[in-house]
């Protein structure tokens, strides 16, 4: 499928079709037109977060945002490891679904032949970085968002895991590894947080990485190593992965 061809329901079924994540951002106070449909484009396009080579949200050269509703504005990108469907609603809503790579690495080709992933089996793994690179863009985001005045006094974040279910944790990076397979019995794991914007703004990093231990939790790492964890988030802030 090229980026030509995309369509939301196409994009949609491949998402579901394997682990997903679910984010939403939105102010506590619901205002139908709290930004035209021309600022939901450019409040992503300047709010996104480059920390990576691949931005959050993802916004495509080739198959950029459009009106795709009466009151928002929809972006789609299949390419590659990267199954992703973003919006932003006219009242400061924005919504993300993108697969979780771990299930799609193994697919990726190049011109030095298959995946080095291919041997992973499908929707069995969880990748503890990516997790923790993850939950830090979606908080990086939201606080850009609370830079530009979209929220009040409190901002709404949900990030859904789907599709965990039997799933163990694991790391990709060479040399480091788990003593004991860690894993979650339950298909989705949902966290649902309100952040007062001073905290959002002064500790986003901090209850970024705070989610991902309790994402790490539940798949029964009860102890996971907090300032290990917090040393490889400043790297990734910093420039340093």
């Given at each position: 499928m090229t980026e030509?061809?995309?369509t939301t329901e196409s994009v949609l079924k491949k998402i579901k079709s394997r682990g997903y994540w679910e984010v939403i951002i939105r102010p506590t106070q619901f205002k139908k037109e709290r930004i035209?449909?021309?600022?939901?484009?450019?409040i992503v396009q300047v709010c996104k977060v480059r920390l990576r080579g691949w931005d959050y949200p993802h916004i495509s050269s080739r198959h950029p945002p459009y009106v795709g509703g009466s009151d928002?504005?929809?972006?789609?990108t299949d390419w590659n490891g990267y199954k992703e469907l973003w919006r932003m609603y006219q009242s400061g809503q924005f919504v993300h679904l993108f697969g979780c790579r771990e299930d799609w690495l193994g697919e990726q080709k190049s011109i030095f032949g298959p995946s080095r992933y291919s041997h992973i089996k499908l929707c069995s793994v969880l990748?503890?970085?990516?997790t923790l690179y993850?939950?830090?863009e979606i908080y990086e985001f939201a606080s850009r968002l609370a830079e530009k005045n979209l929220f009040e006094g409190n901002a709404f974040l949900s990030i859904t895991l789907h599709g965990m279910q039997n799933r163990k944790l694991t790391f990709f990076e060479f040399g480091r590894s788990l003593f004991d397979d860690y894993v979650c019995h339950v298909n989705d794991l949902s966290q649902e947080k309100t952040i007062a914007v001073n905290e959002l703004l002064g500790r986003g990093h901090e209850i970024a990485l705070d989610h991902t231990l309790q994402i790490l939790e539940r798949f029964n790492w009860l102890s996971?190593?907090?300032e290990i964890?917090?040393?490889d988030q400043q790297k990734f802030l910093e420039g340093r992965i």
């Open positions: 030509e061809e995309l035209s449909l021309p600022e939901c484009t450019q928002y504005v929809e972006s789609l990748e503890v970085i990516m993850s939950v830090t996971p190593p907090r964890l917090k040393e």
